[in-house]
């Protein structure tokens, strides 16, 4: 168990719709990080907070968005779904801004 | 081309084998990380290394900067160690982001 806890561990949902993943980093970590893996991309890097500003954008779509609360969860906020969109969705923290990441559970999201 | 590239693909060794799994980089990079993810779906932070060579338990990895390659190296392999092996590498200057780039995975069967 990594401490990093992911709700909900599975979604389906539908085409255009608006779905939100929510992640609570381990104890005491400041920076949060987002990872979507599909079977034809692999694992990608899609966004990091770190103590509740933006550090580090990868590949997100401007449908999506995320957030760091002031407790230091996170949520990624995915809308106008799309068929491609069905991934893995695993977040990350670690202790400091550079330091070894420990993952989540991830999210299984199915857009039909 | 990716910028991360691992060797082989697929590996399917009997219990007991040395193992070796490779990857090459083409950025420039302030660390290099090995992730084991399971058959569900979890993914563990195996070792975080910029520089020579770590080992814990039966696992060994290895970087050489100048080379831009990392190996990860598993002793007296077990069933238990079958799984997804990922490469990823931190891009850009220390401290500035922990943006990862992943490889696209080595698949490892041990047979017993």
């Known amino acids: 168990d990594s401490g990093v806890t992911q709700t909900p561990k599975h979604l389906i949902t539908a085409t255009g719709q608006r779905v939100t993943l929510r992640c609570s980093p381990r104890?005491?970590?400041?920076?949060v990080y987002w990872y979507q893996q599909s079977l034809d991309q692999g694992l990608q890097f899609l966004i990091q907070y770190y103590n509740g500003e933006e550090r580090a954008k990868g590949n997100i779509l401007e449908r999506f968005s995320a957030q760091q609360f002031p407790d230091l969860h996170s949520e990624l906020n995915l809308s106008s779904l799309e068929l491609g969109d069905s991934a893995l969705y695993f977040c990350?923290?670690?202790?400091?801004?550079?330091?070894?990441?420990?993952f989540g559970p991830g999210t299984r999201l199915l857009v039909l | 081309k990716n910028e991360v590239e691992q060797s082989p693909q697929n590996l399917t060794a009997q219990e007991g084998e040395f193992i070796t799994i490779n990857c090459s980089y083409s950025?420039?990079?302030?660390?290099l990380h090995w992730l084991q993810q399971h058959p569900g779906g979890g993914i563990v932070s195996l070792f975080m290394?910029?520089?020579g060579k770590k080992k814990h338990g039966r696992l060994i990895a290895t970087i050489n900067i100048q080379e831009k390659h990392s190996s990860l190296h598993i002793t007296a392999s077990h069933p238990r160690d079958s799984a997804v092996y990922i490469c990823?590498?931190?891009?850009?200057?220390?401290?500035?982001?922990?943006?990862?780039?992943f490889g696209t995975g080595t698949l490892l069967a041990v047979q017993p």
């Open positions: 104890s005491g970590d400041l920076s």
């Open positions: 990350a923290s670690s202790a400091t801004r550079t330091g070894t990441q420990y």
């Open positions: 290394l910029s520089s």
């Open positions: 950025v420039g990079i302030s660390a």
């Open positions: 990823a590498v931190r891009s850009g200057g220390g401290g500035a982001t922990n943006k990862l780039i």
